[in-house]
């Protein structure tokens, strides 16, 4: 039976128009797509050389119960991040409940009181104001005498080095460095602009603490935070590592003594890392990380992708179509309220899981306007499968991002503009002028 590609995107809904933009902008696109697939492949054997030296044997996919003394699957898991991110020691546990919870933990064991913290890149995700205390919260660090200073980045998005000099004194034991811009309005930081931060901030002051909060940020790239002077960075494995597969979990890795720190805090003084029972996640741990650069690659594309169809059709894009990618994260302004709406229909409509629902917009708690949000996810909340949110106010952002297989993420852009369309946002004449 021939199979005819174009009559079954018609059949789930795409009108020839869609279709045809669609594949102009993927053709033109080859090009970009070949190095991310370049990155990937250096990526994957980065982890099969990871997993091959650290000898993961049948047994490593076995849980444990109870305590979960001499748990060879999560030791080993632990020796194979740390030498796929060139880390001394990691801590990679289904305990770790998020991402936030991994940076809570990362931070609250490697500060004591009177120390102070400082972000030198400005304002850290939502999420960690009530960590720090920026926001008062019940067990902040605020709450435990750890005091926080920020330096915003200049107005051109540079570091603000004199700024750094300044905030830098002798209580200062920690300073954390977001690489992902998150939901603020700066750009994500390269690695290797992580890596001049790293050099400026050491070579004044060798002795403190370099966190990178790497949500959204593993396998963008061929190296990490650590290969360029951070002394631990700290993830989601809901996000890039956990290769769409990990159903929890969250990761720190790099200075033993840190990962250490981390460990004694989550568990207790004096069993650290020995105890965790693995349960039943092992497989998918390992075989998340496995597929994570390829998986991340995918996400990639379709961010990318979305990048040039939506800023062809004259919507402002960030990152815009052509820069570098240092995350998954795309930012669309769709302008009005509708328009968002009809987007994120676009992606569910797309979903292998409640593809049947349609989404609709809701007070979020700690939010002031209501937010709508796409996911149709096998892992609930997972943001590495293809997924959009955005608040409902102006420019009316959606924020795009995953995609466990290129092919998903294409279907669901496409259904967004064909959403779009169908709403009468994008006509069918605009789609041909671009042809
Ligand atoms: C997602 C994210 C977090 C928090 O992770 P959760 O799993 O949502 O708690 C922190 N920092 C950044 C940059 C993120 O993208």
Request: one cysteine or more.
């Amino acid at each position: 039976m021939q199979t005819d590609l174009k009559e079954f995107y018609k059949e789930a809904g795409i009108c020839e128009a869609v279709y045809k933009f669609g594949k102009k902008v993927e053709t033109e696109l080859k090009d970009r797509f070949n190095r991310f697939d370049e990155i990937a492949e250096y990526n994957q054997l980065k982890v099969l050389r990871a997993m091959q030296e650290n000898k993961v044997s049948v047994e490593c996919m076995q849980g444990t119960t109870g305590y979960g003394y001499d748990d060879i699957g999560r030791d080993t898991l632990e020796k194979v991040y740390a030498s796929a991110f060139h880390g001394e020691a990691a801590l990679v546990r289904p305990q770790i409940t998020c991402g936030t919870h991994a940076l809570a933990l990362a931070l609250m064991s490697n500060l004591r009181p009177g120390d102070e913290l400082l972000s030198p890149v400005g304002k850290p995700y939502d999420t960690l104001e009530e960590v720090i205390g920026i926001r008062p919260s019940k067990g902040s660090l605020a709450e435990y005498g750890i005091t926080y200073k920020q330096v915003d980045l200049l107005p051109d998005f540079s570091f603000d080095y004199e700024g750094i000099k300044k905030a830098l004194n002798p209580r200062t034991k920690l300073v954390t460095i977001q690489r992902s811009k998150g939901y603020a309005m700066r750009p994500t930081f390269s690695v290797e602009q992580i890596g001049q931060l790293c050099s400026f901030i050491k070579g004044l002051r060798p002795d403190v603490l370099i966190m990178v909060d790497n949500c959204y940020g593993e396998f963008v790239e061929t190296i990490e935070p650590l290969d360029v002077g951070a002394d631990f960075m700290v993830g989601s494995l809901i996000k890039n590592p956990g290769g769409g597969l990990a159903p929890i979990g969250g990761y720190i890795v790099g200075k033993k003594e840190c990962v250490e720190n981390a460990a004694y805090r989550l568990t207790s003084p004096g069993l650290g890392a020995e105890v965790g029972a693995s349960l039943g996640v092992m497989r998918s741990f390992y075989q998340g990380f496995f597929f994570a650069p390829t998986v991340v690659s995918s996400a990639i594309k379709g961010a990318v992708f979305a990048a040039n169809i939506y800023e062809r059709l004259g919507y402002k894009v960030i990152p815009d179509s052509k820069e570098e990618r240092y995350d998954i994260i795309q930012a669309v302004e769709l302008r009005e309220a509708e328009a968002l709406i009809a987007f994120c229909e676009g992606i569910q409509a797309a979903a292998p899981v409640d593809s049947y629902v349609s989404p609709e917009p809701w007070d979020m708690p700690g939010y002031d306007d209501q937010v709508i949000m796409a996911a149709g996810a096998f892992v609930s909340g997972a943001s590495i499968e293809l997924s959009a949110d955005g608040p409902l106010r102006a420019p009316y952002s959606a924020y795009f991002q995953g995609g466990l297989t290129w092919y998903h993420a294409k279907l669901g852009i496409l259904m967004s503009l064909q959403k779009l369309l169908d709403k009468g946002f994008v006509t069918e004449k605009q789609l041909e002028a671009l042809l």
